[in-house]
């Protein structure tokens, strides 16, 4: 696969309804368990479900940065 076309996955994904969502719960929704989350079960396509873990992921460490950031300030 060439490096354009992964560059494309990456952005699909990420441009997806699923993944923002996710990225909005982990950056901002309440500190949880993942396992737990209710908004998960909402997604039922696998495809979705990997992209909300994906947004839920990446939201989650903004989270964490930022909360290290401004501890050390």
Do not use: C, K
């Amino acid at each position: 696969m060439t490096q354009e076309r992964v560059i494309g996955r990456i952005r699909d994904v990420r441009e997806s309804r699923a993944y923002r969502s996710g990225w909005e719960d982990g950056r901002f929704g309440p500190v949880v368990s993942f396992a737990n989350s209710s908004s998960l079960a909402v997604w039922t396509d696998e495809a979705d479900r990997l992209a909300y873990y994906r947004g839920h992921r990446d939201g989650r460490r903004i989270r964490e940065m930022l909360r290290g950031e401004a501890g050390t300030a």
